[in-house]
């Protein structure tokens, strides 16, 4: 039988102020139980279309259509009342307050649900169960994982009663397995009748989750088509309208000098949990180093003990030749250490400021940046436009904020401006998180290239791919250890799943 | 659905204008021109007639050379205190400590002013000026302080410190320093050479105006053209950003408390210099906490606090005609000057909210520091 449609988009256009036209023209059609994934590259247009249906933002022209009905969407407010959620990549969950609390919260009264605190837990991990979701009622939201905080955005856009759940890049900031557990998920309620909308960037995702795929370029929908008409290179090429190559040619550099030198690092967090334990590592010039392993394993504070971001409790840390141990994060700078930071939004961007800005960030002492003595806004305004350019940052103009970036298109700032400082060493957390493929495949050349050049790359991701494809070596990390380390050959890959589930197989010692 | 609707169509008008514009003229403006508009309802429904009151608010502040020179001398301190207080904000320190910081200049400055004797008057009123600006930032750096390194919150301690130092100047103005003849609650009479000059007799207008706009445009070219107004908006838009850039969080805090504070006590200095010659314990009218609101007003941009400093100057010396001559009471001011500041906020939130959603939930955070 075929399904009823859900939801119809006709015709939405949306130009921003300042004259970006973000959506141009854009129909797309959404069946009842069926998973959608919505494809395009970084500023094609997702976010602001499912924002539009999600009523945040108001469309110029165009009409929903919601079960065979003409709606008008202006609000959130308005958009649950129709039965639409939407999962934002950045949380919106009040960490000191309860899962109950945060899921409840502008539903009721607050006074109505004091009183029956209890009886809501309950019935929201009846709720969660009945669709397959476990979650723990009574937790704060503070300790919970990424994948849990994610999974109680899902839990409150459904306890509102909605049947059509859009989903911005999700996928982005989840581990393998929470991902996979997010997909069991979402077939799940596919198959209770619910609607999903997802978006993402990894094509591998796409062939396993989606009924249906559309594919925005430049704001205009290009197609929409079944997942068995379709495979990941035919997408890649909607997407980009070229070819785009998922591996990347290395040439072999010859490993120089030892750039970044950590010996017995050890870190103990606030509750004397130890989060690093007797760390030692070595990344030379000329090398990309790959740092593996599930998040949450002690690969943020290694990166930010290597910036000067966290004091170590003990150990040591040279950039060449200089002892580094407990200097501040300029000495770090000045020592030719770049970061891309794991949280765009919580470090690394202001995003209240115009794109201009955040490409001058740490150089705002250099001298090229001043004249005497205040700072020369033509030459900031010069220097961005050319990274703009190179970094293909898609913005209206350099005086934008940062903020009305996509997000993908903020990433690129950040990549940007640190591959471009040249760095000895380039702490590289994460790089391409947001990016779709062709930037992915881009600032995979430039790390390439930066190592050619005989910087030190320490390339922090729980991609695998990622880390196979660029890597010269291997470290996986578990519980805040270096627990193995190996090349990147493929044939280590097992070697490496293991490891990173904490494992240590024999043969792999042996080999 | 969405048809033709364009909600929000008049904050696309506003941001049409570059950010500096609007912050410093078009939002105060519109707040004022909706404010009295307001006001006029207001007034109708207590029985008054608007037209009168504002003619009269308007030959309150427009109406001969000596009403106008009022409002410039009662914007001065304004100016000066607004301007200060923007630097503090934009740092993401609540300095609502400007009355103190104020009195703290005021008390050093008139000290230097009575013992200074000798010097020719330009370098008499510039160590006076000296004076004011570092009682006043002295002042404020002990909450910077406490912030840094006690994490102290600074809103509780600058207001702790604002009564500290009323009281405190209270104590000097009748013990230690009190005037010779020991009459009144009051200091002696600074020295001549520590005056500033008359410019306009038979007003009293003085170059204090001058200097508060000098002031507010130093503030400006320092906030938004050097590296360290640079460091320190970075450190109050986001703190972990700061650190990441390589700048010295705790510093930046420190150095715009320091300049908050300083433009306080420089208004200090220049209200004893310019207009009483000495200090006594009710010298400030509350110019440390309508400075938080011009500041406001004006977006925390210093520029902008040249226009509201001068529309709350305005606000406060024509109330006090109305109230003789339409006999409009000056409650109503409060009223006034509190809608202007709703509104104000309002428009700006809104006006940032079209630009961009993603901003909007950011602004409402309240600002934080890391060490
Ligand atoms: N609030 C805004 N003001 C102005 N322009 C905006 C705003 N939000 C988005 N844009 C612009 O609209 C275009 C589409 O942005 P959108 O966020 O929809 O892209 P996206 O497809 O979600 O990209 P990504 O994959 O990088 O998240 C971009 O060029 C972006 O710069
Ligand atoms: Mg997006």
Redesign the interface.
């Known amino acids: 039988m075929e399904a009823s449609t859900r939801l119809q988009l006709i015709g939405?256009s949306k130009t921003f102020?300042g004259g970006v036209q973000a959506n141009k023209d854009i129909s797309l059609t959404v069946k009842r139980g069926e998973i959608h994934c919505l494809l395009g590259e970084n500023g094609a247009g997702k976010s602001t279309l499912m924002?539009?249906l999600y009523g945040?933002?108001?469309?110029?022209?165009?009409?929903?259509w919601l079960d065979g009905q003409?709606?008008?969407?202006?609000t959130p407010k308005g958009a649950i009342s129709h039965g639409i959620g939407m999962v934002h990549q950045h949380f919106?969950l009040v960490p000191t307050l309860s899962v109950a609390e945060n899921i409840i919260m502008g539903m009721r009264p607050l006074a109505s649900f004091l009183w029956y605190m209890k009886d809501i837990e309950k019935d929201i991990a009846e709720f969660a169960a009945k669709r397959g979701m476990k979650i723990n009622p009574s937790a704060l939201v503070s300790t919970l994982s990424v994948g849990e905080q994610q999974r109680v955005e899902i839990i409150k856009a459904l306890y509102r009663g909605v049947d059509l759940l859009i989903l911005d890049e999700p996928t982005a900031v989840l581990t393998p397995q929470e991902t996979r557990d997010l997909f069991e998920t979402l077939r799940n309620l596919a198959k209770q009748g619910f609607s999903i909308i997802l978006i993402t960037h990894k094509m591998n995702e796409v062939m396993e989750v989606a009924d249906r795929v559309s594919v925005l370029r430049d704001g205009r929908m290009i197609d929409t088509l079944p997942i068995s008409e379709v495979t990941p290179s035919s997408l890649a090429r909607m997407m980009v309208g070229r070819e785009v190559s998922f591996n990347q040619e290395k040439n072999d550099t010859p490993c120089g000098e030892p750039i970044l030198k950590v010996e017995d690092l050890t870190l103990i967090g606030e509750k004397g949990r130890p989060l690093l334990k007797n760390i030692s590592l070595k990344v030379c010039s000329g090398e990309i180093v790959g740092v593996a392993g599930v998040d949450g394993n002690g690969q943020s504070q290694l990166a930010f003990c290597v910036?000067g971001?966290m004091k170590p409790t003990s150990g040591r840390i040279w950039i060449e030749k200089n002892d580094l141990t407990g200097k501040?994060?300029?000495e770090?700078?000045?020592a030719g250490v770049g970061?891309i930071?794991e949280d765009r939004h919580?470090?690394?961007?202001?995003?209240?400021?115009p794109v201009a800005?955040n490409f001058?960030?740490?150089r705002?002492?250099d001298n090229y940046f001043?004249w005497f003595?205040?700072?020369n806004?033509k030459t900031i305004f010069e220097h961005a436009r050319r990274l703009v350019k190179v970094f293909d940052v898609r913005t209206s103009s350099v005086k934008t904020?940062a903020?009305?970036l996509s997000g993908g298109n903020q990433q690129k700032i950040i990549v940007g401006r640190e591959i471009d400082r040249n760095p000895r060493l380039l702490v590289a957390v994460q790089p391409t998180r947001g990016l779709d493929i062709g930037a992915t495949e881009y600032i995979h050349k430039q790390l390439i290239q930066q190592r050619e050049r005989g910087a030190a790359i320490l390339l922090i991701s729980t991609e695998l791919e990622e880390i196979m494809a660029l890597s010269d070596r291997i470290l996986v990390m578990f519980e805040g250890r270096i627990i193995g380390e190996t090349d990147s050959d493929r044939a280590n890959i097992d070697k490496i799943g293991l490891w990173m589930a904490g494992m240590q197989p024999e043969e792999a010692k042996q080999t | 659905m969405t048809a033709k609707t364009k909600p929000f169509s008049f904050f696309r008008l506003i941001n049409f204008f570059p950010p500096m514009l609007q912050q410093a003229i078009i939002l105060p403006l519109l707040a004022l021109a909706l404010t009295l508009l307001i006001s006029a309802v207001l007034l109708v429904i207590t029985g008054y007639n608007p037209v009168t009151a504002y003619r009269y608010m308007w030959e309150g502040v427009f109406g001969n050379s000596r009403v106008f020179t009022e409002v410039l001398l009662k914007s001065t301190p304004l100016i000066l205190v607004g301007t200060g207080i923007a630097v503090a904000f934009r740092c993401g320190v609540w300095n609502i400590g400007a009355e103190g910081q104020f009195y703290a200049g005021a008390v050093l400055a008139t000290w230097v002013g009575i013992h200074l004797a000798g010097l020719p008057p330009f370098l008499t009123i510039s160590v006076v000026f000296l004076a004011g600006f570092i009682g006043g930032g002295a002042w404020a750096v002990i909450p910077g302080w406490l912030k840094v390194r006690l994490k102290v919150n600074e809103v509780v301690s600058t207001i702790m410190l604002n009564y500290i130092m009323i009281g405190l100047t209270s104590f000097l103005v009748t013990g230690p320093m009190q005037e010779a003849k020991k009459v009144f609650p009051q200091t002696d009479e600074i020295v001549v050479a520590a005056r500033l000059p008359n410019i306009l007799p038979p007003t009293r207008l003085n170059i204090g105006f001058l200097i508060a706009v000098l002031v507010a445009i130093i503030a400006a070219i320092i906030l938004f053209r050097t590296p360290l107004g640079y460091a320190i908006r970075t450190v109050g838009q986001n703190p972990e950003t700061a650190r990441y850039a390589g700048m010295k969080v705790n510093q930046s805090i420190i150095i715009a408390m320091l300049l908050s504070g300083g433009a306080a006590g420089l208004a200090g200095a220049i209200e004893v210099s310019g207009l009483t010659w000495r200090m006594f314990a009710t010298i400030s009218p509350g110019y440390g906490f309508d400075g938080i609101a011009v500041a406001l007003l004006a977006s925390n941009n210093p520029l902008g606090t040249i226009l509201s400093g001068f529309l709350f100057g305005a606000l406060r010396a024509s109330s006090e005609l109305m109230q003789m001559n339409a006999r409009i009471p000056s409650v109503l001011f409060k009223i006034i000057q509190g809608l202007a500041i709703a509104f104000i906020i309002a428009f700006s939130l809104l006006s940032r909210k079209v630009a961009s959603e993603k901003i909007a939930d950011r602004a409402e955070a309240v600002p934080t520091t890391g060490s």
Do not use: C, W
Not at chain 1, 346 to 353: Q, R, T, Y
């Open positions: 939405i102020p924002s539009i945040e933002y108001h469309a110029d022209s165009g009409e929903i003409k709606a008008t969407i202006n919106m910036t971001l501040s994060p300029l770090f700078l000045k970061h930071p919580a470090m690394g961007l202001v995003l209240e400021d800005y001058l960030l740490q705002y002492r001043k003595g205040f700072l806004i904020p903020a009305n």
